[in-house]
């Protein structure tokens, strides 16, 4: 199993910023999917952003390109989601997942942290 373990939520003002952090651990595949979800209460869960190990490839929803970067440190088994220009419609529970397959992860992640909470105000 992986376990992933989110850090770096908090409360900002619009405008502001945030980096948020997800630990991954246990067994880890030679090449997976690991990325960003968000979700508030009342509506369904979005993808927010992912990366591909094997390739170095990113992709963002639409809202959030410019503003986000999602970064890998391979070697610390480390992801990271820099939030900047932060919105009030971004306050959300952030969750970090991870799965090994293309698949598994457009048919919902196999590995999920329990959330940090960001609020935008």
């Known amino acids: 199993d992986v376990q992933l373990v989110e850090s770096g939520g908090g409360s900002v003002q619009a405008g502001g910023s945030l980096t948020l952090s997800c630990a991954a651990s246990?067994?880890?595949?030679?090449?997976?999917?690991m990325g960003w979800f968000r979700q508030t209460p009342g509506k369904e869960r979005e993808e927010v952003a992912r990366g591909y190990t094997a390739d170095g490839s990113t992709t963002y929803r639409d809202s959030v390109k410019g503003r986000f970067t999602i970064s890998l440190d391979i070697a610390k088994n480390l992801l990271y989601l820099r939030m900047d220009t932060l919105k009030p419609e971004d306050t959300a529970m952030y969750y970090c997942?991870?799965?090994?397959?293309?698949?598994?992860?457009?048919?919902?992640?196999?590995?999920w942290g329990r959330g940090t909470q960001v609020t935008v105000s």
């Open positions: 997942a991870l799965d090994p397959t293309h698949m598994g992860w457009h048919g919902g992640p196999r590995f």
């Open positions: 246990g067994y880890l595949y030679n090449s997976y999917y």
